[in-house]
């Protein structure tokens, strides 16, 4: 009796734990398919905000695109509508000058006239290099060329300007046989760009200096460290990436309507990128700005590059052309060390 009395006891414990067991199992079944259908939930929200995101970057895309043409179509427009009567305008000018040669007064109404058809005339040329750059740099591929030569003849292109406001400009570069892949019409006009921006926003007696300096990347490649410094009153804190956007201008109490269309810099970036460099701006310790952007190098001899420390560079310098003379300390000298030059 007591042995069948325990028999069904442990029976129907295990009865118990068996429905206990199918109970839980049931709960975990249902969890899951609970779990599974947010889980399902979750996943058609995330596509769905996928296929918004997706959406709107295309949105964006399409209207970056459209902004860009219609930038493009503008500065067309305008460069071609205006060089026509731009050109009747100078030629109407010369003609009343030769007429009124005598009168003083009218020669002075003439020049200012003549002076704002000279300002309008260099902007239409902006434009319409800007277009034209724009429209090159999608045709054109990059190609070995030698540094000295851009060198060379950018410095031709600067020089110049340089001592027709008096003022002192260098340029260093490596005293090996180093070349860039670029196209060379290209860089040699992103470095006379770049020293022009720097002649404007420097006072006149100053001095301006181009390091071309060799180092290594991240990497551990070889590249070349373009600088361009400058000693004028520097870029304003938070202007360092809107002075690159097209048709902005940095406007400041000693010159709150600067000239131009503020495209200068633009170019200076379009150009830039297009050889696969990125041109930056920082502000110098000693006052002004350091316009820069790196480009892989390559030596004529691979023993050169291990020469580099230390070697003098090649140096152009318009000191001797100036027509005053320049005692200032040169204040770049300690950047220049830093550089290894």
Same mark, same amino acid.
């Given at each position: 009796?007591?042995? %069948?009395?325990?028999?069904?006891?442990?029976?129907?414990?295990?009865?118990?734990?068996?429905?206990?067991?199918?109970?839980?199992?049931e709960r975990s079944r249902s969890d899951r398919l609970?779990?599974?259908?947010?889980?399902?939930?979750?996943?058609?929200?995330? @596509?769905? #905000?996928?296929?918004?995101?997706?959406?709107?970057?295309?949105?964006?895309?399409?209207?970056?695109?459209?902004?860009?043409? @219609?930038?493009?179509?503008?500065?067309?427009?305008?460069s071609h509508e205006l060089r026509t009567p731009l050109?009747?305008?100078?030629?109407?000018?010369?003609?009343? &000058?030769?007429?009124?040669?005598?009168?003083?007064?009218?020669?002075?109404?003439?020049?200012?006239?003549?002076?704002?058809?000279?300002?309008?005339?260099?902007?239409?040329?902006?434009?319409?290099?800007?277009?034209?750059?724009?429209?090159?740099?999608?045709?054109?591929? #990059?190609?070995?060329?030698?540094?000295?030569?851009?060198?060379?003849?950018?410095? &031709?292109?600067?020089?110049?300007? @340089?001592?027709?406001?008096?003022?002192?400009?260098?340029?260093?570069?490596?005293?090996?046989?180093?070349?860039?892949?670029?196209?060379?019409?290209?860089?040699?006009?992103?470095?006379?760009?770049?020293?022009?921006? @720097?002649?404007?926003? %420097?006072?006149?007696?100053?001095?301006?200096?181009?390091?071309? %300096?060799?180092?290594?990347?991240?990497?551990? #490649?070889?590249?070349?460290?373009?600088?361009?410094?400058?000693?004028?009153?520097?870029?304003?804190?938070?202007?360092?990436?809107?002075?690159?956007?097209?048709?902005?201008?940095?406007?400041?109490?000693?010159?709150?309507?600067?000239?131009?269309?503020?495209?200068?810099?633009?170019?200076?970036?379009?150009?830039?990128?297009?050889?696969?460099?990125?041109?930056?701006?920082?502000?110098?310790? &000693?006052?002004?700005?350091?316009?820069?952007?790196?480009?892989?190098?390559?030596?004529?001899?691979?023993?050169?590059?291990?020469?580099?420390?230390?070697?003098?560079?090649?140096?152009?310098?318009?000191?001797?052309?100036?027509?005053?003379?320049?005692?200032?300390?040169?204040?770049?000298?300690?950047?220049?060390?830093?550089?290894?030059?």
């Open positions: 009796m007591v042995i %069948t009395l325990f028999a069904l006891l442990c029976l129907a414990g295990l009865l118990y734990i068996r429905l206990d067991y199918e109970a839980r199992l609970s779990l599974e259908r947010e889980v399902e939930a979750l996943r058609a929200r995330h @596509a769905s #905000n996928l296929r918004a995101t997706q959406s709107i970057r295309r949105s964006l895309s399409d209207q970056s695109e459209c902004l860009s043409r @219609a930038k493009q179509e503008f500065l067309e427009a305008i050109t009747g305008i100078q030629a109407s000018l010369e003609f009343i &000058e030769e007429e009124t040669a005598g009168l003083e007064g009218a020669r002075e109404w003439l020049g200012m006239a003549q002076q704002s058809a000279r300002r309008l005339e260099a902007i239409v040329g902006k434009a319409e290099e800007m277009v034209q750059i724009t429209s090159s740099l999608a045709l054109e591929e #990059n190609q070995i060329v030698p540094l000295d030569e851009v060198v060379a003849e950018a410095w &031709e292109k600067v020089t110049g300007p @340089a001592l027709e406001k008096d003022m002192r400009c260098r340029f260093y570069w490596s005293a090996f046989d180093v070349s860039v892949p670029a196209r060379r019409k290209h860089l040699v006009r992103l470095l006379e760009l770049l020293v022009g921006n @720097a002649l404007h926003f %420097t006072p006149a007696g100053h001095q301006i200096a181009v390091l071309c %300096t060799p180092i290594l990347d991240q990497d551990g #490649n070889d590249t070349i460290f373009f600088q361009i410094l400058d000693e004028g009153q520097g870029v304003p804190e938070g202007e360092e990436h809107r002075i690159f956007e097209p048709f902005h201008q940095v406007r400041t109490p000693a010159d709150p309507k600067p000239p131009g269309l503020g495209l200068g810099l633009s170019i200076c970036r379009s150009i830039a990128a297009s050889l696969g460099a990125k041109l930056q701006v920082r502000r110098r310790e &000693e006052g002004g700005s350091c316009f820069c952007f790196e480009l892989p190098c390559f030596f004529a001899s691979p023993d050169d590059r291990l020469d580099v420390p230390g070697t003098r560079p090649r140096v152009l310098d318009n000191l001797g052309q100036l027509q005053r003379t320049q005692d200032r300390a040169d204040r770049t000298n300690g950047e220049l060390l830093a550089y290894g030059l």
